[in-house]
T-cell receptor
Framework: EPEVTQTPSHQVTQMGQEVILRCVPI?????FYWYRQILGQKVEFLVS????????KSEIFDDQFSVERPDGSNFTLKIRSTKLEDSAMYFC?????????FGPGTRLTVL | AQSVAQPEDQVNVAEGNPLTVKCTYS??????LFWYVQYPNRGLQFLLK??????LVKGSYGFEAEFNKSQTSFHLKKPSALVSDSALYFC????????????FGTGTRLTVIP
């Protein structure tokens, strides 16, 4: 069964550093997403991506965040200058119009 | 604004017994409701959704959910629980059939006791 995969599973970084979280969506999907879950809190929507552009984003997704689909298979989330409060589990999703499938997540720890 | 509540952090049920995982929602328009399951070290897996039509929705692995507009609920049910159903279950709501911008509940951990 096809799955969304994410790398790395755990990323530790220093505050102020840039990080790139990587995702390989399911191959025939056209919609792509990033969500995050701060420890003990709800899963929160960050951004959706369709037709090579952002289709929707939340208030969390400020100028420090960017997404890219560089080669037609990978889907990346970049945080330019990480803050302590960016520490969370980041979930990538891909889907069709009616449903989303998610990866296992990348745990980002900002020190 | 949309919100989802899962009032139980933990649900325990004996194998073979029926299970219910509760979810209530609050939206300003017509709700589109989803259930996802997360097994250990795995991603969120889609179980079922309600868009419109029949209030009883059937999904994967024998799960079903009933949309109740008057009670603003979308409880997940299964007639006979399996040990392999033990996982973390998330309810989510969207104002879009396109499943964009899902608002998730905090999750309910289901443990099925052999």
């Amino acid at each position: 069964e096809p799955e969304v995969t994410q790398t790395p599973s755990h990323q530790v970084t220093q505050m102020g550093q840039e990080v790139i979280l990587r995702c390989v969506p399911i191959s025939n999907h056209l919609y792509f997403y990033w969500y995050r879950q701060i420890l003990g809190q709800k899963v929160e929507f960050l951004v959706s991506f369709y037709n090579n552009e952002i289709s929707e984003k939340s208030e969390i997704f400020d100028d420090q965040f960017s997404v890219e689909r560089p080669d037609g298979s990978n889907f990346t989330l970049k945080i330019r200058s990480t803050k302590l409060e960016d520490s969370a589990m980041y979930f990538c999703g891909s889907g069709t119009y009616n449903e989303q499938f998610f990866g296992p997540g990348t745990r980002l720890t900002v020190l | 604004a949309q919100s989802v509540a899962q009032p139980e952090d933990q649900v325990n049920v004996a194998e073979g017994n029926p299970l219910t995982v509760k979810c209530t929602y609050s939206v300003s328009g017509n709700p589109y409701l989803f259930w996802y399951v997360q097994y250990p070290n795995r991603g969120l897996q889609f179980l079922l959704k309600y868009i419109t039509g029949d209030n009883l929705v059937k999904g994967s692995y024998g799960f079903e959910a009933e949309f109740n507009k008057s009670q603003t609920s979308f409880h997940l049910k299964k007639p006979s629980a399996l040990v392999s159903d033990s996982a973390l279950y998330f309810c989510a709501v969207s104002l879009s059939t396109g499943a964009n911008n899902l608002f998730f509940g905090t999750g309910t951990r289901l443990t099925v006791i052999p």
